[in-house]
Nanobody, 115 residues
């Protein structure tokens, strides 16, 4: 099981970014997947999740209405569309899934929101 995140970068407050997570090594469409983030000095926190088929999503209150999780099972790819970014959204963003008895993580992509 392998995840590779991309799409992070530096953006001004109020701006947008779209993160991608390429998955491999398992049947992607059979598993729910999530985005987490970890800001400097803070614990990793859940951001948003989506079921295997893509029909059910949920997100943390702190990002609800601004971030949208989606997936393309034909491309084995998870996305996070982030709009109206705030400085407090600055963090390393990770994609993850529980496959069998183990939770797998990508290496993360840095998102910095600053003017």
């Amino acid at each position: 099981v392998h995840f590779v995140e991309s799409g992070g970068g530096l953006v001004q407050p109020g701006g947008s970014l779209r993160l991608s997570c390429a998955a491999s090594g398992f049947t992607f469409s059979s598993y729910g997947t999530s985005w987490y983030r970890q800001a400097p000095g803070k614990e990793r926190e859940w951001v948003a999740g989506i079921n295997g088929g893509g029909g059910r999503t949920n997100s943390a209150d702190s990002v609800k209405g601004r971030f949208t999780i989606s997936r393309d099972n034909a491309k084995n790819t998870l996305y996070l569309q982030m709009n109206i970014l705030h400085p407090e959204d600055t963090a390393v963003y990770y994609c993850t899934a529980q496959v069998g008895s183990r939770r797998y993580w990508g290496q993360g992509t840095q998102v910095t929101v600053s003017s």
